[in-house]
C-alpha cells in the first residue's frame, strides 16, 4: 500500500506574489514567464485584479501568452498565464555568442541591409517609481543607431527627461486620448 501524499500538480506551477515587493514584482513575474518553455505555464496569485501587468504582456509579448482567470475574489486573483511561442529574448539565449577573437559576419558597411531599425514598445504602467523610469532607461541603453524604443506610462515621465538627455538620446512626448503618455526615444543623429 502506497502511503506517500501526492502532491498536486497544479499547486506546483503556482506563484503567489502577494509578499513580493512592489517595486521588483513585475520584474520577477516577467523572470519566470520567460524561464518557461513554450506550453508550459504558471498559475499568478495576487491580491489584486492585475490588468496592469496585462497590458505590459501584450506589449511585449503579443500572441506569445495566453492569460486565463482563474479566480476573481476580492481578496485573491488566481490567473494562468501560458506562454504560446517562442519571443526574440528566447532567441538570443539560444544563439551562442561568437568565439572571442572572431568577429561578426555583419560588418559596419553592411549593417543595414542585414539589421533593419527595429521599434520596440515597453509598457510600465501600473509600476510603481522608481520602476517605470529604471526600466526605460535600460531598454534605452540598448538601442541601435536606428531602433526606437516607445514607452507607455501612466503619467508624463518629467523626471526621465533629463536623464534622456545627459544620456544623448532624443525623444518625443505626446499623451493619448486614454490618458497614458507615450515617449519614442532614439540615438542622436550624427551632424
Not at 19 to 47: M, T
Request: aromatic letters at 8%.
Amino acid at each position: 500500500m502506497n502511503t506517500e501524499i501526492s502532491r498536486d500538480p497544479i499547486e506546483a506551477h503556482v506563484f503567489d506574489v502577494r509578499v513580493i515587493p512592489c517595486r521588483v514584482k513585475h520584474a520577477q513575474i516577467f523572470q519566470r514567464w520567460e524561464s518557461l518553455a513554450v506550453g508550459d505555464y504558471f498559475i499568478l496569485v495576487n491580491d489584486h485584479d492585475p490588468v496592469p501587468l496585462y497590458y505590459q504582456f501584450a506589449a511585449q509579448f503579443p500572441e506569445a501568452f495566453s492569460w486565463e482567470y482563474l479566480l476573481r475574489d476580492e481578496e485573491e486573483f488566481r490567473v494562468r498565464i501560458r506562454k504560446l511561442a517562442i519571443t526574440p529574448k528566447d532567441l538570443k539565449r539560444s544563439i551562442p555568442a561568437p568565439p572571442s577573437g572572431i568577429a561578426p559576419f555583419a560588418s559596419s558597411t553592411n549593417r543595414e541591409s542585414i539589421a533593419p531599425a527595429s521599434q520596440k514598445t515597453l509598457d510600465v504602467r501600473g509600476l510603481e517609481p522608481p520602476e517605470p523610469m529604471m526600466r526605460i532607461l535600460d531598454a534605452a541603453a540598448n538601442l541601435g543607431p536606428d531602433d526606437i524604443l516607445k514607452a507607455i506610462t501612466d503619467r508624463r515621465p518629467v523626471h526621465l527627461f533629463a536623464e534622456l538627455e545627459a544620456r544623448g538620446l532624443h525623444f518625443d512626448n505626446k499623451q493619448r486620448l486614454d490618458g497614458t503618455w507615450i515617449t519614442q526615444i532614439r540615438q542622436a543623429r550624427a551632424g
